[in-house]
């Protein structure tokens, strides 16, 4: 494991992985192999219950690095972080403080609880810059926050801050210290995959203001036959 970037404490049988890449956390190789190792060396650890993914005071993961993107990318990719994460037999907890943009999301999407600060910002904004989410990002979420909140955020890239991710029901909860309410919830936690996860069917109005629109978006509907 790269030490330097990833670093794990443990709190009794409650694993805690701390992401440690200043200033926002990126994505770079470094990372996704920490990640992967620490979550590998979980696997079959008995004296392990649940595992916590955090990245500081006022932080999460705010995408890939952009030093990387001027290269061919490097093993391992990020679908392999979030692959192992979906994999794990125990709970894994995302601890966000800050900004989760792209790739950071999609790992918090894996992961099977979501605490967050209001402090916290949450965003798909890849479709901005001509990409798709490539990591799983758009499976899971309509799985989370239903089809009509994941085509809006998708496909506008629009933020959304803590106190509304937690009305959508993209958070499962929002507290000031989010890291403690996460090692407290963790021992009780239980697997919730949102890949095996069915839609939900969440019925919202026609427009929907996103933060930092100065306009409501509308809503893509489907019309059942």
């Not at 701390?18 to 920490?34: F, H, T, W």
């Not at 650890?45 to 061919?72: T, Y």
């Not at 918090?108 to 979501?114: K, M, Q």
């Amino acid at each position: 494991m790269n030490a330097s970037v990833v670093k794990v404490v443990r709190h009794d049988d409650v694993a805690v992985i701390e992401i440690d890449n200043k200033p926002v956390n990126a994505l770079s190789k470094s990372v996704r192999q920490g990640l992967l190792d620490a979550l590998a060396g979980f696997a079959d650890d008995p004296e392990v219950s649940a595992v916590v993914v955090h990245s500081g005071e006022g932080r999460f993961i705010a995408g890939a690095d952009i030093k990387e993107l001027a290269v061919p990318l490097e093993a391992p990719f990020l679908p392999d972080v979030i692959a192992r994460i979906d994999a794990l037999k125990k709970p894994v907890i995302a601890v966000i403080d800050g900004p989760a943009l792209g790739g950071g999301l999609e790992i918090a999407l894996a992961c099977d609880r979501r605490i967050a600060s209001p402090r916290s910002t949450l965003a798909l904004p890849e479709t901005r810059l001509g990409m798709i989410p490539g990591a799983g990002g758009t499976q899971r979420l309509p799985r989370l926050v239903g089809i009509e909140w994941a085509e809006a955020l998708a496909a506008t890239g629009e933020p959304v801050k803590g106190r509304q991710a937690f009305d959508i029901g993209l958070v499962d909860a929002i507290v000031e210290d989010p890291l403690r309410a996460a090692i407290a919830q963790a021992r009780g936690a239980s697997k919730r995959r949102l890949s095996a996860a069915t839609v939900p069917r969440k019925p919202l109005p026609s427009t929907q203001v996103l933060p930092g629109s100065r306009e409501p978006i509308p809503l893509l509907r489907r019309h059942s036959h």
